[in-house]
């Protein structure tokens, strides 16, 4: 079966932001947040050394039989709009790229214009989380107050695919109704909502509550982290099926696209492994693996 990794970063230096301050690398994969916080391996060490690279990410592809990624950006390791503009380049039939910018920047306008008009970016990746989002170095602020729809509707006139992470259930930043009404603001843009909410398995409830409210046609949920989301739970992580399966149940198999988050994840687990715990489970019957692994990131991305 043909795969599509809807949420993949590259890693050209660690420059990430937080609730912590500037994340730097202190070697070794390992980053320190001005607070003093060390995240151990942000880097896994598997990739050796202080970058995740294109062909690195490609390598691991082709091992697990992945036709095509989407790379993806985050105020965690920094934006990387850059590298990952010159990654799509050099392998156009593998990779697509998001931007990101900060939309407080005074010199936004001219920050789009280079992105998506001039480089030519076809999806926006905006993370507002608390922990390593917007909202962690910025005060709260609504996903549908004036700040935001600036941001929504310059993709939407430039049709650009909308990828948004609105972080933990529970943060601030996690505001499914606000949300809402942000995209029926924008029905004729295609919104992909990452981390299927990036809900917990004590959260069962507001996972069904959030679902529901973002039932809509224009919507998408990526996949990614899910393992460990919902955790702590070990492979095959029956805890992540299940969300997996009530996001079929309320969403759609259709709504629903493959993801894994790398490189980050791979401290953790193999990507074999992240495959394996949806392609070998019945929690999805095989025409619902080929639109959960491939169609749906296809029709959405490419």
């Known amino acids: 079966m043909k795969i599509i990794d809807s949420h993949v970063h590259l890693v050209q230096y660690i420059a990430g932001t937080g609730s912590g301050g500037e994340l730097r690398s202190i070697g070794n994969g390992d980053a320190i947040y001005a607070s003093g916080e060390i995240v151990p391996q942000m880097i896994p060490p598997m990739f050796g050394g202080e970058q995740v690279t294109p062909e690195q990410i490609l390598a691991i592809m082709d091992e697990n039989d992945v036709e095509k990624a989407v790379l993806l950006q985050g105020n965690y390791y920094g934006f990387q709009n850059i590298y990952t503009h010159e990654a799509v380049k050099r392998y156009p039939d593998r990779f697509v790229g998001a931007a990101s910018y900060d939309p407080y920047s005074r010199n936004k306008d001219k920050i789009c214009k280079h992105l998506f008009e001039e480089l030519g970016f076809g999806i926006v990746k905006f993370e507002v989380s608390t922990g390593s989002g917007l909202m962690s170095n910025h005060h709260t602020l609504p996903l549908d107050g004036e700040l935001m729809e600036e941001a929504y509707s310059y993709a939407d006139d430039k049709g650009l695919v909308f990828v948004i992470d609105i972080g933990k259930c529970g943060s601030e930043s996690w505001q499914v109704e606000a949300l809402r009404r942000a995209i029926l603001n924008h029905p004729n843009m295609k919104f992909v909502v ?102 749906n990131a296809s029709k959405v991305f490419f």
Request: aromatic fraction near 10%.
């Open 194 to 295: 990452c981390h299927l909410l990036a809900v917990s398995t004590k959260d069962v409830d507001k996972l069904k509550w959030g679902l529901e409210l973002l039932k809509l046609p224009n919507v998408w949920f990526d996949l990614a982290a899910l393992p460990h989301i919902c955790g702590p739970d070990t492979y095959p992580y029956e805890n992540a099926r299940r969300s997996v399966q009530i996001g079929k149940e309320i969403v759609g198999a259709d709504r629903m696209m493959f993801g894994t988050d790398i490189p980050s994840v791979l401290k953790k687990d193999t990507y074999k492994n992240y495959v394996n715990f949806l392609m070998e489970s019945d929690v999805l019957t095989e025409q619902e693996k080929q639109m959960v692994f491939y169609d």
